[in-house]
């Protein structure tokens, strides 16, 4: 049987975010989620966080502040992850005390993976690797998804540049991954096609209701993204390829 997990980014964010993931939980379609540790709304998503939702990690470094010293994170730390000039300690640093985060809530993270899948480019993936052995956390996330050259945008260049940083996962993850292509333009047929696959999946999902930021470039799209989830036919179609959801955990 095929198995599937559709996980849903940015648990913490606002409460809209907060809540929109909790209604695609509860409809039967969004299985695991990804937590923001150092964002305004993480005791908003704690303190509604049912224990029926898989649950990572979601190490971020481009948004908001370090919990390691409480400082905004540079508005270039993309571009230095990219290029591979981050320092490789606050790296490490600042995901530990991310995870710990969550460990001191009582909750133990099935997974990891990054905010901007920033861990298909060293020194990042390398920092991810080691926590993830050192928290006795062996599953993550890997962003590898086919190219598809017929999408002239951003999302298609991104994605080839991720594809090509990363390696063969050394720890258990998905046989096949899906969402950066499609990101900030879904469609039901995008959702629908994903479901097209042999082993193990995932598809990373942003849903959310409605709400508007500047930092936020899925703003717009979050809520398409809640109803594309919470309908019928996206349902209907995992039943009927016989496909299993479940989370990182039981993978």
């Known amino acids: ?21 909790l209604d695609a ?21 704690i303190a509604i966080y049912p224990k029926s939702l898989g649950i990572g990690v979601h190490l971020n470094l481009t948004w908001g502040n370090s919990l390691l010293n409480g400082k905004k994170f540079s ?31 009582g909750i133990r993270p099935d997974h990891l993976d990054t905010h901007h899948h920033m861990h298909a480019f060293q020194p990042v993936t390398n920092a991810i690797i080691k926590l993830a052995q050192e928290y006795h956390i062996y599953k993550i996330r890997w962003p ?12 298609y260049l991104k994605q080839k540049l991720i594809n090509k940083n990363l390696k063969e996962c050394p720890i258990k993850t998905t046989d096949h991954f899906y969402g950066v292509l499609h990101a900030g333009k879904p469609e039901l047929k995008h959702f629908l096609s994903y479901l097209n ?5 995932e598809i990373c999902c942003h849903p959310g209701k409605k709400y508007g930021t500047k930092q936020d470039k899925l703003w717009k799209t979050r809520e398409k993204e809640l109803q594309i989830l919470t309908n019928d036919m996206f349902l209907n179609k995992i039943k009927e390829k016989n496909i299993q959801l479940i989370t990182f955990k039981e993978l």
Not at 25 to 33: K, L, M, P
Not at 144 to 150: F, H, L, S, T, Y
């Open 197 to 201: 696959f042999e082993g193990t999946a």
């Open 144 to 155: 590898k998804e086919k190219e598809n050259k017929m999408i002239l945008q951003t999302s």
């Open 75 to 105: 508005p270039w730390n993309k571009q230095k992850i990219v290029l591979g000039i981050i320092d490789k300690e606050f790296v490490e640093d600042e995901f530990r005390k991310q995870i710990e985060k969550l460990l001191e809530v």
């Open 25 to 45: 939980h509860r409809f039967g379609t969004v299985t695991s989620t990804t937590i923001m540790a150092n964002q305004n709304y993480f005791d908003h998503a």
């Open 1 to 21: 049987m095929n198995k599937l997990i559709v996980s849903a980014d940015d648990f913490g964010y606002t409460k809209e975010v907060n809540l929109g993931i």
